[in-house]
């Protein structure tokens, strides 16, 4: 779950999503390599879907890219999707699967507006704590949501797999940030400076942007 994040993440840069090709020509390849008729019709879909949204302004391809996955892919626990406690999966697993948890949402959703075009530095990936069982309740539980910022200083929409319309982040206060990074660092909640080094121990990231290259997200 999410909080393997707190372990894993930032400081490497996605050089990847700079040199990717956005047609996903090479995803598709793989799909019709690994999987089954199905799943390459799930891709040609998604490719559909982001050359229908190339040109339209950021806060369209936002909504739509948000709308897509979470109705394309239904919410279940790493332990149940792939028997791990916490695995980070690739858009074309996740879309294998048809299923994922919020950090998989929160990945498709990052990786697909990055190769849209849209700049690293508006998006974060937000780790929060997030509560349950009413506005009584104490009790929180790890998740993931996406970030948008439009300006640095701008206040950040919530793109969240659990919630179907994008808030901006003052109408959900369900969630509480723990921290947030994109390929250019970390911000610890209340801080607006990211950290250079946050982490050594990167291994699901690198594992992941691994996996990326290998189903073809690089030229």
Known sequence: MARGLCHALAGVA???LASANPGLDKVEQTARQRYDDQVVGRVQHWRAS????QDKPEAEQLRETNDFFNRQVQ???DVVVWQQKDYWATPLETLAKRA???EDFVIA???SLRLLGVPDEKLRLIYVRAKIGGERSSLTQAHMVLGYFDTPT???LVLDNLVGDIQPASRRT???PVFSFNSSGLWVAGSSTAAARPSERLSRWRDLIARLRDEGFEQ
């Open 50 to 53: 982001m050359a229908q949204m």
């Open 154 to 156: 701008s206040e950040p």
């Open 100 to 102: 994922g948890d919020c």
């Open 75 to 77: 919410f279940l626990d």
């Open 14 to 16: 996605v050089c990847l």
């Open 109 to 111: 959703k990052y990786l």
């Open 174 to 176: 369900d969630l509480f």
